[in-house]
């Protein structure tokens, strides 16, 4: 079963009882009667708060956490800041932590060459299915990568898809700080990284660890890793919103509500269709598969239209 993503933009007091996650609104007809509705905490895959009165308690986080569902909280700007993970998300926990640390650089190396052959192929088929590119060249790339992609085909790739994907915004690059619609792909890909994160802790791995990303101060860098594939999905959905708009993209409600919906993206592997959220699943099963030696193969999605 798809698991729920629920967002709170406004005032809230977040609870739990009888293991439902029970949601207060404030009254705003001045009637005297708050709004209270519940969800069953089984169902929730992803909760994000986006407001400054927000309560929740401490009870409601530790069924979360329990329940290994992800909380992202944003800051003034809208935009995620923090996320919690259980700290035990898998009773193999010790033992698959252990495979993940004993992995060979070799092996590493591998996995890394998969993770960018089809992140590249997935960007050739957004670029040529969305904006009707050539890429033949990506595709090329992307069967020429090498083990831990020493050529650095991924960032070549890169600057022949950003500069096509955005024709109507001059010089469009990638930048976390840079102009719209960053802002969107910045939302889109912290929603996907906590997707990401939140299936590495349920099959036991250490979202921290990676198989490239290796930054000191990142503390999902595994995450950051096998979200790669994924990104041209989010790419996808970001294009749709940006060319129905005025070319001025804010983080309204509307907008976000969009993006909250990326867990439940179709994607397709081996030719099953399924939501993004499963896909990532089923990707991060197959990671613990080749660290335990039972594979050598990354489970990931094909970008279809």
């Known amino acids: 079963m798809i698991k729920r993503t629920l967002y709170f933009g406004n005032p809230a007091y ?126 090329a790339w992307s069967s020429q990568v090498k083990s831990g992609d020493s050529d650095n085909l991924e960032a070549r790739a890169a600057a022949y898809y950003w500069r096509n994907m955005f024709p109507s915004v001059p010089d469009f690059t990638r930048d976390r700080y840079g102009c719209r619609p960053n802002n969107l792909l910045n939302y889109g890909y912290a929603i996907l990284r906590a997707v990401v994160a939140r299936a590495l802790v349920v099959n036991g791995l250490l979202p921290t660890l990676g198989i490239h990303h290796h930054n000191r101060y990142n503390a999902y860098c595994l995450a950051d890793d096998i979200m790669e594939p994924y ?47 499963n896909g990532v699943g089923r990707t991060t099963y197959s990671l613990y598969k ?4 039972e594979s050598r193969k990354l489970v990931y999605p094909s970008f279809t239209l």
């Open 231 to 277: 990104r041209p999905f989010v790419d996808a959905l970001v294009v749709d919103i940006f060319d129905n708009s005025d070319g001025f993209v804010d983080l309204t409600t509307s907008v976000k509500s969009r993006l909250l919906s990326i867990p439940t993206i179709d994607v397709v592997i081996d030719g099953c269709r399924s939501p993004l959220m």
């Open 14 to 139: 977040l609870s739990t009882e009888n293991r439902q996650l029970v949601i207060r609104l404030p009254d705003k007809c001045g009637s005297g009667n708050a709004v209270t509705k519940s969800i069953p905490i089984e169902d929730i895959g992803v909760v994000v708060l986006d407001n400054r009165q927000i309560t929740i308690t401490q009870a409601a986080l530790e069924s979360l956490s329990e329940n290994a569902s992800a909380v992202i909280v944003c800051d003034s700007t809208h935009h995620p800041v923090s996320l919690q993970l259980p700290l035990d998300g898998n009773t193999l926990q010790s033992e698959r932590f252990a495979a993940q640390i004993r992995a060979s650089l070799p092996l590493k190396k591998q996995l890394w060459q998969q993770t960018i052959q089809c992140k590249i192929r997935n960007q050739a088929m957004v670029l040529s299915s969305i904006r009707n590119c050539e890429t033949g060249n990506m595709i």
């Open 290 to 293: 080749c660290f335990s030696g």
